[in-house]
């Protein structure tokens, strides 16, 4: 019985056996926390100090704690993030929303506007980066169906620019503006897309709009402004038969290229030193048997 009495007493003095006192849980590292706000370095595990607020037990005893030990001390209210709680550091963080993983934030969240830009957070074809396809849903969140990117109500058509082409007959998918019901405004553009530029109609071509600019050379050739000193489509003037292949149009007129090369009226440049039925001169034609060397029909 006195060994056992023995024990207890030195157990007391080492660890506050009974602990009657009524001391608080850190009076075992007073020791070395002299200050007693645990400010020190604790040679016992820190635990929660209720005089100082600190109802966590995160070990920094410094005050009122805003830490956290599990995800749902972190809720926000806000449904446009994600609530996380680090539980080594008691730490909450508040990441935007991205549902399907796409890497875009959500935009709405059951009603409430969101500071992301994905229309639909819950489908990962769905967002700001997508290809604009030819469905006649926004899958590329510009609040417009794909195959109608300008929202006049007209789908693209070929003509459209670098966007697939989806079958419709608009012609310029970006300017709303342009559409196969918009008025003739006798512009140098096709803004009904009939085909053609409007300067074209019978009744623009006086008009001021329809006027092309200098130099004195560019025409309205069917409602296009042409420079007939070197077009080789209207080279001279709007009603020039095109340049033959291989020539160019140089100061409005047609000029074959290369060595020997002539324009001899046809589809495409001869060339007058080896050419059977144009040896020399367009329409001299070698003798059956002879063929043109260098200009000469030779046997």
């Known amino acids: ?13 080492i660890a506050g056996c009974g602990d009657k006192g009524g001391g608080s849980s850190d009076d075992a590292d007073a020791a070395m926390d002299t200050a007693g706000d645990d400010a020190g370095t604790d040679t016992v595990a820190d635990l929660p100090d209720a005089a100082e607020g600190d109802t966590a037990g995160e070990g920094d005893d410094t005050g009122a704690d805003a830490g956290c030990v599990a995800d749902g001390d972190c809720d926000d209210s806000d449904p446009c993030t994600v609530d996380d709680c680090d539980t080594d550091y008691g730490e909450c963080s508040h990441d935007p929303l991205d549902s399907d993983g796409d890497g875009y934030f959500a935009a709405e969240v059951g009603g409430t506007t969101c500071a992301g830009n994905d229309c639909d957070d819950s489908d990962a074809d769905v967002n700001p980066g997508a290809a604009v396809g030819c469905t006649a849903s926004d899958m590329d969140c510009s609040d417009l169906p794909d195959n109608d990117d300008d929202g006049d109500g007209y789908v693209r058509g ?140 030779t046997p």
């Open 1 to 13: 019985m006195t060994r056992k009495i023995l024990a207890c007493a030195a157990a007391m003095a």
């Open 158 to 297: 070929a003509a459209a620019g670098a966007l697939e082409d989806c079958g419709g007959d608009d012609c310029d998918d970006a300017d709303a503006a342009v559409n196969p019901g918009a008025a003739n405004l006798c512009a140098l553009t096709d803004q009904d897309c009939d085909g053609v530029n409007d300067c074209a109609a019978p009744e623009c071509p006086a008009d001021p709009s329809c006027v092309c600019p200098p130099p004195a050379t560019v025409l309205n050739c069917d409602g296009h402004c042409v420079d007939t000193a070197s077009d080789p489509d209207h080279c001279g003037s709007c009603t020039a038969d095109p340049c033959p292949t291989g020539a160019v149009c140089s100061v409005g007129a047609c000029a074959c290229v290369g060595d020997g090369m002539w324009d001899c009226g046809g589809p495409a440049c001869v060339n007058l030193n080896t050419d059977f039925a144009n040896c020399n001169a367009c329409g001299h034609t070698c003798d059956a048997g002879q063929t043109c060397v260098d200009g000469d029909c």
